[in-house]
């Protein structure tokens, strides 16, 4: 699994590419912890190239969620198809996560 | 859009040691040692058997690997010393399967069970703040890299059954596929 | 004053008159093929009954029957007329009721004898009554045209008004009594029937005209939508380009403001936007927190999905039935979402898009100008140019499904001729040690590698392995485990390094399944000393010829492109001369039999035992076909390959 940061306005946007598992899972949760002690307050976590995921991935997810809300920051997981759809669905998260269809509404969502 | 009988039904995860889930009859076998690191590598063996149509890309990987782990890790310890027996059967309309670890069985069903209906609740209010307590079952052997959420999505997936024995060392699972309706890319 | 005319008048007449209503029945007989009203039959109905009251004249001599017959024939015409007015005739009653009471003052009166008093020469004078009637009645209906009776009959009211008020008027003032009454203005009080027939024939032809017009602009749509969609198949064969360039040609056709194509999406059950042009106000209600901007609005229409009976675009993907909304702000079934000017709905159509029985999307279309709606001809444009859109959307479909199969296809042949070159054309044969090899694919292509490398002149090395998985992916798998294996095994360094260097050489680098198994023996050809080395594989068989027994080695590994830094030792053994080693994956020990019990190493070990002095090829026939006849016809699910290494002096 690879990690890739772009920026777009005060608006950090997290690229994932290949597959949340739970060998990597942890990397995704590290690298927003990290993020936080920088003070990026705003993030959009992109999963177009994301195919596989499992509880563990579920879990780095809800942590990732919960912290960044105790904070009062901001979240939006965009981009989400196919299996990790599905397994977002089968646990019955799609009300949990803030989730948009596409990086455009992510960030008009953001602006708001 | 899920047939509420079924909903009542898979509330909550059942001990039936005599569901005829159990039966394992027909069905093929392998045998693991509980070794954390090949976890997604035994499950691909297991479902590289299976028809294409069913995978569903790799959903039912996934769920398999879920049951595996949780054999691996919470059953077994990542013992390497201690078995997982896996039972399988896939054919076009339905994915069979049964899992046993060599542990002490899983001891906390009744609490998960009692969890669950609490997280099932606060959804059908749509009260996500005091879900937010519920989307993760955890005790104490739960360490960083355990999610707390498979289950969940385990007893939805699996609408064919999904029941332990009464030693709570073998689950047993069945999903049953409808027949294709709409399809175009 | 005689009323009565004698008959021979009328005789000399008759044929004249005769001919002229037979050629107004012909006409009319005419027109009653494309009558879809049934009034032509009415029409037809008066015009024998005057033939035949002509003829009835000329041979009876009854004397007032030509009035008589007059105020019937003007009853039936004005029921004929009225019918086009009032379906239920009821405004003829009154009608009827004048003239009837006519003909009973006069039957009375000149028949009956009965002295009333009126005087007779009034009596036509109905007729002219009559004719002030259905004046009336026609210049109040003046505006109805909704039907094709009604439109005729706006024509020609006046015409049958003056005739009847003329003929009244003159039947009164020359009290039936003048010849050229009876030689013009009888056979003209007909004259209305050819004004109504000749009206209904440039009734049709306007018909004719207007059909042919609507298909010779549905033609020129047709071919707007088939150059559209065929230039985005000449371009990039992108799903995405030719949906655009539907989209656009579907707006552009109906004239609509927005357009919108959902496709269905095979897994999730669910519909989503694949195509957005223009302005398309939601037709269904917006979620509360959606704010109500119009960028907001517009990305939000653009990435839209639902499932199947989620809003009305959900419900039109589920029945496949079309939708025709005309005047949307005032139909229950389009949400209203507020009063903004971007949100404002005026028109909308949709119709799903259908494969053969098979709903594969729906398209719809919208108008955003107030007042502005789609009219039914613009729906029936509409419908038929989604048809023939999914038409052309599902030969490309075809068309892409075909490149795939043949695709894939290519794939297996791929994969299965990378597999050809790296297996081993001829197996090697040393003086001091025979080999033997043997390996049955499942299905298709075999995730099984093995493979025989002459390292040095005194130095073999045997290579068994099994690639999770299959097609191409498993395939170069294969080949980079080969090709290092090829490029390290002149390496001084021991096996279990060997194995190590292709471990890190695949995990972590590539995006494919990258699991596989792998045993390894180096063999020096002089010494017989080995060097085993294994990767989560089955456990090497060894049977010794000097105490008649098998061994197994058995290393504790994890297969290749588990972890990175997986640890790979090795074991060094011995084999003497008539000592067999054998390397084989887990199809062989896993094969069942119909009973579901499995081959086992007993079998294969049994196997072993009992031919051990043959040569390793032939060994390796007699457990193939043992494994062949254990099995019978159970489907095997596993690959199977079997390496067998032997001793000689």
């Avoid at chain 2, 609490?111 to 009260?127: G, P, V």
């Avoid at chain 2, 997936?157 to 709570?168: E, I, K, L």
């Avoid at chain 3, 080969?482 to 279990?496: A, K």
């Avoid at chain 3, 062989?588 to 196997?607: H, P």
Wanted: glycine share 6%; aromatic share 10%.
């Amino acid at each position: 699994m690879e990690l890739k940061i772009r920026k777009n306005g005060e608006n950090y946007i997290i690229d994932v590419n290949g597959e949340m598992d739970l060998y990597n899972s942890y990397k995704l949760k590290e690298l927003v912890m990290k993020m936080l002690e920088k003070k990026v307050e705003r993030f959009i976590i992109n999963l177009e190239n994301v195919d596989y995921i499992d509880s563990s991935g579920i879990g780095a997810l809800i942590y990732i969620c919960s912290t960044i809300k105790k904070m009062n920051f901001k979240l939006i997981i965009t981009n989400i198809h196919g299996s990790v759809k599905k397994v977002i669905e089968l646990t019955k998260l799609m009300g949990y996560f803030p989730i948009t269809n596409s990086i455009e509404e992510a960030i008009q969502q953001m602006d708001e | 859009m899920s047939d509420t009988t079924y909903l009542t039904e898979m509330k909550e995860i059942k001990v039936d040691e005599t569901n005829s889930l159990f039966d394992r009859n027909g069905m093929l076998y392998k045998e693991f040692s509980s070794d954390y690191r090949q976890i997604r590598y035994y499950t691909l063996l297991i479902v590289q058997s299976a028809p294409l149509e069913i995978k569903e890309i790799n959903l039912l990987e996934q769920q398999i690997s879920e049951v595996i782990k949780n054999a691996v890790k919470h059953g077994n310890q990542c013992n390497p010393d201690k078995k997982v027996r896996v039972w399988y059967s896939f054919d076009s309309t339905h994915a069979h399967l049964i899992v046993q670890d060599e542990g002490d069985g899983f001891k906390d069903l009744e609490k998960w069970n009692d969890f669950n209906r609490k997280r099932l609740e606060f959804l059908s209010k749509h009260d996500f703040e005091g879900l937010s307590d519920f989307v993760s079952f955890r005790t104490q052997k739960s360490d960083d890299n355990d999610g707390g959420n498979a289950l969940f999505a385990a007893l939805e997936y699996w609408n064919g059954g999904f029941v332990f024995d009464r030693a709570r060392t073998s689950v047993a699972m069945l999903k049953n596929f409808p027949k294709k309706k709409h399809s175009m890319n | 004053m005689n009323i009565f005319l004698s008959v021979e008048l009328l005789d000399s007449a008759l044929p004249a008159r005769i001919m002229l209503l037979g050629g107004f029945i012909a006409v009319f007989f005419s027109l009653k093929s494309k009558d879809t009203e049934g009034h032509v039959a009415t029409f037809l109905f008066s015009l024998f009954y005057l033939l035949v009251r002509d003829i009835a004249l000329s041979v009876l001599s009854f004397p007032g029957l030509l009035f008589v017959t007059d105020l019937v024939y003007v009853s039936i015409a004005s029921f004929v007329i009225l019918a086009g007015f009032d379906r239920r005739r009821v405004l003829g009653f009154p009608l009827v009721f004048i003239n009837l009471a006519a003909l009973a003052v006069f039957v009375l009166q000149e028949w009956i004898k009965v002295p009333l008093g009126i005087p007779v020469g009034l009596l036509p004078l109905v007729i002219v009554v009559d004719g002030i009637y259905l004046s009336v009645l026609g210049f109040y209906h003046r505006r109805l045209r909704d039907s094709q009776t009604r439109q005729l009959l706006r024509v020609i009211w006046p015409m049958i008004g003056f005739s009847f008020i003329l003929y009244g008027l003159l039947a009164s003032f020359t009290a039936y009594d003048n010849v050229r009454f009876f030689s013009l203005v009888v056979p003209l009080s007909y004259w209305w029937y050819l004004a109504a027939g000749l009206i209904s024939f440039r009734m049709q032809d306007t018909q004719m005209v207007q059909a042919c017009s609507y298909y010779e602009e549905s033609i020129d749509s047709l071919y707007n939508l088939f150059v559209a969609t065929g230039s985005a198949l000449r371009g990039t064969f992108a799903i995405d380009d030719v949906l655009k360039n539907l989209n656009d040609t579907l707006i552009a056709e109906t004239n609509a403001d927005g357009g919108l194509i959902f496709l269905v999406d095979e897994f999730d059950d669910q519909i989503s936007v694949k195509a957005h042009s223009g302005a398309f106000p939601p037709p269904f209600p917006l979620p509360e927190s959606l704010p109500r901007k119009q960028n907001r609005i517009e990305s939000y229409m653009r990435h839209l999905h639902f499932s199947l009976d989620e809003t009305i675009f959900g419900e039109i993907a589920k029945s496949g039935s079309d939708l025709y909304i005309p005047d949307a702000r005032n139909d229950a079934r389009i949400a209203d979402n507020g009063e903004e000017d971007f949100l404002y709905l005026s028109s909308f159509m949709a119709v799903p898009l259908m494969v053969e029985d098979r709903i594969i999307g729906l398209v719809a279309v919208a108008r955003t100008t107030k007042d502005s709606f789609f009219t039914e001809s613009e729906f029936d444009r509409y419908k038929l140019l989604a048809n023939f859109g999914t038409l052309s959307l599902s030969h490309f479909f075809s068309f892409l499904e075909a490149k795939e199969r043949s695709g894939l296809k290519q794939s297996a042949d791929t994969a299965a001729e990378i597999q050809k070159a790296i297996t081993p054309k001829r197996i090697p044969q040393f003086p001091t040690l025979q080999i033997g090899a043997y390996t049955q694919p499942a299905l298709g292509v075999s995730g099984d590698y093995y493979d025989v490398i002459q390292t040095r002149k005194d130095r073999v090395i045997g290579v068994v392995g099994d690639v999770a998985g299959k097609g191409v992916a498993a395939a170069l798998v294969m080949v980079m485990v080969r090709s290092i294996l090829h490029l390290v095994t002149n390496t001084t360094r021991d096996m279990g390094t060997v194995l190590d260097w292709i471990n890190r050489g695949m995990t972590g680098k590539v995006d494919i399944d990258h699991y596989a198994t792998l045993a390894v023996m180096a063999i020096d050809l002089n010494t017989g000393e080995v060097e085993f080395s294994s990767a989560g594989h089955q456990p090497l068989l060894i049977y010794r010829r000097a105490s008649d027994t098998l061994e197994t080695v058995d290393l504790q590994s994890v297969p290749i492109g588990v972890e990175r830094a997986a640890e790979y030792t090795r074991k060094i053994i011995k084999l003497a001369i008539g000592d067999i080693a054998v390397l084989y994956t887990d199809g062989i020990v896993e094969a069942l039999n119909e009973q579901g019990k499995q081959y086992g190493r007993r079998g294969l070990s049994s196997m072993i035992t009992r031919h051990k002095d043959l040569a390793p090829k032939e060994i390796v026939a007699k457990i193939k076909s043992d494994l062949s006849s254990f099995v019978g016809s159970t489907r095997q699910h596993d690959d199977q390959t079997v390496l067998v290494f032997k001793m000689k002096h």
